[in-house]
């Protein structure tokens, strides 16, 4: 009996970790997914940016404003958004 019971804790560690990992690649899987989104959508902008030009400011106070409403880092998301307004000038260029 006794042995039973070292062994119990053993592989209930062991079928957590698999759980656990089994998570972790399905959370992988779903970041990658949204990355790829992310990448597609940053695609489309590019390309809408490349056919006229926007107004900066509006769009950064846009992304501020939606920042805040979502309790978001706004001196992260205004980074993120001057990244972005920098790929559509670049997009303008020759």
């Not at 790829?36 to 400011?57: A, K, M, P, W």
């Amino acid at each position: 009996m006794l042995s039973i019971a070292v062994c119990l804790p053993s592989t209930r560690s062991s079928l957590q970790n698999a759980h656990y990992m089994e998570l972790a690649v399905d959370t992988q899987v779903r970041l990658r997914k949204l990355d790829e989104q992310l990448i597609d959508l940053l695609e489309q902008r590019v390309g809408l940016c490349s056919e006229s030009e926007e107004n900066g400011e509006e769009t950064m106070d846009f992304w501020i404003e939606h920042a805040i409403d979502r309790e978001m880092d706004e001196l992260r998301v205004e980074k993120i958004c001057r990244t972005v307004m920098g790929f559509c000038r670049a997009s303008r260029e020759p």
